[in-house]
């Protein structure tokens, strides 16, 4: 994955050099203070990182340049669909340093951390269903995060070299709206750890696919695979008639014709359900609540097609990775 930050002048000396943050093409760049304060050269972490997820098969990061389109509520959903499978350990990373929601959505919320000689122990959702967040740092849940981009850094590297996973077969890394700090921090962290890829998740209107686009062209600046957009919101479905209504119109196409755009899949359209809602504000799987609901299947068809592209991506990986050894 590339080291050249979004947003970077043309002149960008990357991350890793010695000017980065200060050469003359580093003025003006809104990069500049957190590309002069990152260490020069290899960060030593990459490495560690490497070698404490391989345990790991399957990393999948969830995206959206803009905030309140529902992002915590699907990683929490996507884990709880995973996690569905018996047969399967499953992780969450929550990275929104800022806004921590994934433990009062689980129904984790006050619970302690603990650390072991062997790192930092996750917070067990269900016997395989784990997580992790600065939500069980705080004080409290009105605790406010007041922290500048190398602090956020510094805890992100700490998460994901630090945290004893065990073995684990999907890990959901949730991260905040924007292209910024946690974001340009997972990425570099996570460049030699073979991710699957990024889910980006939008709403139908075109005030919210302004800032999506940004976060796909994120992707491709920095060398992260999409493995799909996911169009949340897309009708409300009424609990008790069944009956669709638009309240987010898609006046410039929506999420499906967006990511034909950008000549990446579409995974689906995820209706707005207002016991969804209500599930999350109790700690409560919407899956195993309501299993009729249209949510649900349509979950459960999203959920499916990420499966399988993670079983297609594993296996060109080790294909790749077999022919590189027999041409060594």
């Given at each position: 994955?590339?080291?050249?930050?979004?947003?970077?002048?043309?002149?960008c000396?990357?991350?890793?050099?010695?000017?980065?943050?200060?050469?003359?093409?580093?003025?003006?760049?809104?990069?500049?203070?957190?590309?002069?304060?990152?260490?020069?050269?290899?960060?030593?972490a990459?490495?560690?990182?490497?070698?404490?997820?391989?345990?790991v098969?399957?990393?999948?990061?969830?995206?959206?340049?803009?905030?309140?389109?529902?992002?915590?509520?699907?990683?929490?959903?996507?884990?709880?669909?995973?996690?569905?499978?018996?047969n399967?350990?499953?992780?969450?990373?929550?990275?929104?340093?800022?806004?921590?929601?994934?433990?009062?959505?689980?129904?984790?919320?006050?619970?302690?951390?603990?650390?072991?000689?062997?790192?930092?122990?996750?917070?067990?959702?269900?016997?395989?269903?784990?997580?992790?967040?600065?939500?069980?740092?705080?004080?409290?849940?009105?605790?406010?995060?007041?922290?500048?981009?190398?602090?956020?850094?510094?805890?992100?590297?700490?998460?994901?070299?630090?945290?004893?996973?065990?073995?684990?077969?999907?890990?959901?890394?949730?991260?905040?709206?924007?292209?910024?700090d946690?974001?340009?921090?997972?990425?570099?962290?996570?460049?030699?750890?073979?991710?699957?890829?990024?889910?980006?998740?939008?709403?139908?209107?075109?005030?919210?696919?302004?800032?999506?686009?940004?976060?796909?062209?994120?992707?491709?600046?920095?060398?992260?695979?999409?493995?799909?957009?996911?169009?949340?919101?897309?009708?409300?479905v009424?609990?008790?008639?069944?009956?669709?209504?638009?309240?987010?119109?898609?006046?410039?196409?929506?999420?499906?014709?967006?990511?034909?755009?950008?000549?990446?899949?579409?995974?689906?359209?995820?209706?707005?359900?207002?016991?969804?809602?209500?599930?999350?504000?109790?700690?409560?799987?919407?899956?195993?609540?309501?299993?009729?609901?249209?949510a649900?299947?349509?979950?459960?068809?999203?959920?499916?097609?990420?499966?399988?592209?993670?079983?297609?991506?594993?296996?060109?990986?080790?294909?790749?990775?077999?022919?590189?050894?027999?041409?060594?």
């Amino acid at each position: 994955m590339a080291d050249v930050p979004k947003d970077a002048p043309q002149h960008c000396p990357g991350t890793e050099s010695d000017a980065a943050g200060k050469a003359s093409a580093c003025q003006g760049c809104p990069n500049q203070s957190l590309c002069s304060s990152l260490p020069k050269g290899p960060d030593p972490a990459i490495a560690e990182i490497q070698q404490k997820l391989q345990t790991v098969k399957h990393k999948i990061v969830v995206l959206s340049g803009k905030g309140g389109v529902g992002k915590s509520t699907f990683t929490a959903h996507l884990a709880h669909g995973l996690a569905s499978d018996e047969n399967k350990q499953v992780a969450v990373l929550d990275v929104d340093i800022c806004g921590p929601s994934i433990p009062t959505i689980m129904g984790v919320a006050g619970e302690q951390v603990h650390q072991s000689s062997s790192g930092w122990s996750p917070i067990y959702v269900t016997d395989n269903l784990a997580l992790m967040s600065v939500g069980f740092l705080l004080k409290g849940p009105e605790d406010a995060v007041i922290w500048r981009g190398p602090r956020k850094n510094g805890l992100i590297k700490q998460f994901l070299r630090d945290v004893d996973w065990g073995q684990v077969d999907y890990l959901v890394i949730d991260t905040p709206p924007g292209t910024s700090d946690e974001h340009l921090s997972v990425v570099q962290y996570l460049s030699q750890a073979q991710v699957d890829g990024a889910i980006i998740l939008t709403t139908p209107q075109e005030v919210s696919l302004i800032d999506v686009r940004k976060e796909i062209n994120f992707c491709q600046r920095v060398g992260l695979p999409v493995i799909g957009v996911v169009e949340n919101m897309s009708v409300f479905v009424c609990p008790k008639c069944k009956k669709d209504s638009i309240i987010f119109p898609a006046t410039t196409g929506g999420g499906e014709k967006m990511a034909s755009d950008f000549s990446v899949p579409f995974l689906g359209r995820l209706p707005l359900d207002p016991r969804i809602g209500k599930c999350c504000d109790e700690g409560k799987s919407f899956l195993e609540e309501v299993p009729d609901s249209p949510a649900t299947q349509a979950f459960k068809e999203i959920i499916d097609k990420i499966t399988d592209y993670c079983s297609q991506h594993k296996a060109s990986t080790e294909q790749e990775t077999g022919e590189q050894m027999d041409q060594s």
